[in-house]
């Protein structure tokens, strides 16, 4: 997508969504909580049932608040929940984090979705930008996203899981399912994500889905979330990204992101908020995920998850500027006032984030 995403002009494209922002969210929401509700419980009595390492009351509480919430917000009945379940994401739990959300306020739950074997990825965000969910009165969680080790690992396998393991006894902020850990299963691990929320966090305020490579202002992305949502007309479920507005399918069979008619036929993808950094409530994530369960999934994780998830589950998109595909100059300066930018290594991430958090910084 990145060549699609530089030929735009993003000035435009921001002109037009800011316009957007204030139409859409004069779409006042109408649902029906109590069918909201009863199609939760269930469609997840099957979960409840599962090994859950955290206690179950957590998550029968999390229902009930949900109930108590949902009849100021869900106000119009979601059709959407009445569709049969098609994927299920019914995979085990391997290792589940010992960071939880429960009976706590989060504001900000930080998902990273990352490769099981990326340590040093891992230890860099901790120092970094994700030390943010360190400090108690930010109200915030860190996570990191795994799936298993590929078959194909061989005999490496089990010294691998048991590295892993020791990790998240160390950190206790790793969720590792079974599915297999590739790069064409992003979308399973991006559901991971939304279901780990929507079971085990579903009260946080808001939710950072962001990549290893990016580097990331949390506390200006926090300032710019509680702005959005403070605005009367805002709605209560959204993803705020760098939007992505009728981008075609490659079709091209040397492309990196080659898609066949027979995984996506149509010729335009619905609009959707670029994969490396997105934003959204807690409610977008518990909807977003149930409409997951609802619709085929598809291999780009940022079009399934913000474009055709948000579609069926009438999620509202929101474009900032502040977030953006490119890569911003290595300095704290770029970072001040802008919320991500995108292909950093490590060493860089490390150096934005020193240079940020000088209190002589001056820009
Ligand atoms: C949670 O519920 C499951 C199934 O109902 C049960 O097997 C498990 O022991 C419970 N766990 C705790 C910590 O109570
Ligand atoms: C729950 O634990 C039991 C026994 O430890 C195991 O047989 C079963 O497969 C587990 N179920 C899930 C969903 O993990
Ligand atoms: C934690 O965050 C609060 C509020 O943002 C801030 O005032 C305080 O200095 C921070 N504490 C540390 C140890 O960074
Ligand atoms: C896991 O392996 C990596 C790379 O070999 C190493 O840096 C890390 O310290 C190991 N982690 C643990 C907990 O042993
Ligand atoms: C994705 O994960 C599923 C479930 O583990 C596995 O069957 C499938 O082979 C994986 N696909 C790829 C391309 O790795
Ligand atoms: C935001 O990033 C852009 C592009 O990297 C840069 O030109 C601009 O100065 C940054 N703005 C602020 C206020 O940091």
């Known amino acids: 997508m990145q060549s699609e995403w530089k030929s735009l002009t993003t000035s435009r494209w921001m002109k037009i969504a800011l316009g957007a922002v204030f139409v859409l969210g004069n779409a006042v929401l109408y649902f029906n909580s109590r069918h909201f509700i009863t199609e939760i419980l269930l469609s997840h009595s099957p979960m409840l049932s599962a090994n859950f390492t955290k206690d179950n009351f957590t998550h029968h509480s999390s229902l009930d608040k949900m109930f108590y919430q949902s009849s100021s917000v869900f106000t119009t009945e979601m059709a959407f929940l009445r569709e049969p379940v098609v994927n299920p994401h019914d995979f085990k739990y391997l290792i589940q984090p010992k960071v939880t959300c429960a009976n706590e306020d989060v504001i900000l739950v930080m998902c990273v979705p990352i490769a099981y074997n990326n340590y040093e990825g891992r230890s860099v965000i901790r120092k970094t930008w994700g030390s943010y969910a360190y400090n108690m009165s930010?109200?915030?969680?860190?996570?990191f996203f795994i799936g298993n080790i590929p078959p194909e690992s061989g005999k490496s396998a089990a010294f691998t899981q048991r590295n892993i393991s020791a990790e998240s006894l160390q950190y206790g902020d790793i969720l590792q399912e079974d599915y297999v850990d590739s790069y064409r299963n992003l979308s399973l691990k991006s559901v991971s994500i939304l279901k780990w929320v929507h079971l085990f966090c579903s009260f946080t305020k808001f939710v950072l889905k962001v990549d290893d490579d990016i580097y990331i202002n949390i506390p200006f992305l926090v300032n710019v979330l509680h702005e959005y949502s403070s605005h009367k007309s805002s709605p209560k479920s959204?993803?705020?990204g760098s939007l992505q507005v009728n981008a075609h399918p490659k079709r091209d069979s040397n492309s990196k992101w080659y898609t066949p008619t027979s995984m996506f036929p149509g010729n335009t993808?619905?609009?959707?908020?670029?994969?490396?950094?997105y934003a959204m409530t807690g409610i977008a994530a518990s909807l977003l995920y149930e409409a997951s369960l609802r619709v085929p999934t598809f291999w780009l994780e940022d079009i399934y998850i913000t474009g055709l998830c948000a579609k069926t589950a009438s999620v509202k998109l929101y474009e900032s500027g502040y977030f953006t595909f490119e890569k911003r100059a290595v300095s704290g300066c770029s970072f001040k006032s802008n919320i991500s930018g995108h292909q950093y290594k490590h060493q860089e991430i490390l150096q934005i984030h020193k240079q940020l958090n000088d209190p002589n910084l001056k820009c």
């Open 138 to 143: 930010n109200k915030a969680r860190l996570v």
């Open 238 to 240: 959204y993803v705020i």
């Open 269 to 277: 993808y619905p609009n959707y908020a670029i994969g490396p950094a």
